[in-house]
């Protein structure tokens, strides 16, 4: 297996489409109305990125991140958004080296930290990205502002 990571392009659209609705089943959630905009969106690479790990011409994980701003960090910081990778490929490092690239791209940019957020149904991912620096912080809280 030779994986390549790389930024996403139009033309990654349709499957990583189909990796997002898979981790939405799997957490119990939903593909948004809106995910296909927001993901051309993103590839222009001012608010967040999505890279996508490639082998032999097939897509076999996407991870996505955003870039917000914060007075604390006087500047940027970076969030994982989605991480999914295919049944195909699990048990072959393609989530981490995923996540490996997200982090260097955040250093990078110049970002101050790097978070992300488990759920309930991914809570026992933990000790995955434990092995990437990441320690459990703090709870989250969240508030719906659709009706």
Same mark, same amino acid.
């Given at each position: 297996?030779?994986?390549? +990571? !790389?930024?996403?392009?139009?033309?990654? !659209?349709? !499957?990583? @489409? *189909?990796?997002?609705?898979?981790?939405?089943? =799997?957490?119990?959630?939903?593909?948004?109305?809106?995910?296909?905009? +927001? =993901?051309?969106?993103l590839l222009d690479n001012a608010r967040g990125e999505v890279?996508?790990?490639?082998?032999?011409g097939r897509l076999l994980g996407m991870a996505?991140?955003?870039?917000?701003?914060? @007075? !604390? =960090?006087?500047?940027?910081?970076?969030?994982?958004?989605? #991480? +999914?990778?295919?049944?195909? &490929?699990?048990?072959?490092?393609?989530?981490?080296?995923?996540?490996?690239?997200?982090?260097?791209?955040?250093? #990078?940019?110049?970002?101050?930290?790097?978070?992300?957020? #488990?759920?309930?149904?991914?809570?026992?991912?933990?000790?995955?990205? *434990?092995?990437? &620096?990441?320690?459990?912080? &703090?709870?989250?809280?969240?508030?719906?502002?659709?009706?």
């Amino acid at each position: 297996m030779t994986l390549n +990571i !790389r930024n996403a392009t139009s033309k990654d !659209r349709e !499957r990583c @489409m *189909e990796l997002l609705q898979s981790l939405a089943s =799997f957490t119990g959630g939903s593909t948004a109305p809106l995910a296909h905009e +927001i =993901f051309d969106q993103l590839l222009d690479n001012a608010r967040g990125e999505v890279f996508v790990a490639e082998d032999a011409g097939r897509l076999l994980g996407m991870a996505s991140i955003s870039y917000n701003l914060a @007075m !604390r =960090f006087g500047g940027e910081y970076c969030q994982l958004e989605e #991480l +999914i990778v295919d049944p195909a &490929g699990r048990g072959k490092n393609i989530g981490g080296q995923l996540v490996q690239k997200t982090v260097e791209q955040a250093r #990078l940019r110049g970002c101050a930290e790097y978070g992300l957020y #488990l759920v309930e149904t991914t809570e026992q991912n933990l000790p995955f990205y *434990e092995k990437y &620096g990441f320690r459990k912080v &703090g709870s989250e809280l969240r508030q719906s502002l659709k009706n």
